[in-house]
């Protein structure tokens, strides 16, 4: 099972930009796909985006989509996620996540489908 960390979180003031990453190990990266979740104060853990294994394919949620772009280097073991324009509505613990090898479904990705949890990173913007 992959080992996943991110990193990149920190405070940003709104309208900045942020980019977090989540280096993985243990496993073969290039099999899983990859997703972000954010848990923000008080709230459920939702899915920001993920990518396939091949990283040809990508979705957003709405709250992020046009201001996220979700990426990966499979040379590196690494999966990114930039944010612009960043709203105190951003405001969360990010996790990201890894699907069982070979597996992609966009749009249709739940949490049960995916096996290995980062221990997340926070990020807090200031209005």
């Known amino acids: 099972q992959v080992q996943l960390v991110e990193s990149g979180g920190g405070l940003v003031q709104a309208g900045g930009s942020l980019r977090l990453s989540c280096a993985a190990s243990g496993g073969t990266f290039s099999s899983y796909s990859m997703a972000w979740f954010r848990q923000p104060p008080g709230k459920e853990r939702v899915l920001v985006a993920a990518?396939?294994?091949?990283?040809?394919?990508?979705y957003y949620k709405d709250p992020v989509q046009g201001r996220a772009t979700i990426s990966r280097d499979n040379s590196k073991n690494t999966v990114y996620l930039q944010m612009n324009e960043l709203k105190p509505e951003d405001t969360a613990v990010y996790y990201c996540a890894s699907v069982r090898p070979y597996y992609y479904c966009s749009g249709c990705l739940r949490q049960p489908d995916f096996n290995s949890w980062g221990q997340g990173t926070q990020v807090t913007i200031s209005s």
């Open positions: 990518i396939s294994f091949t990283g040809e394919r990508t």
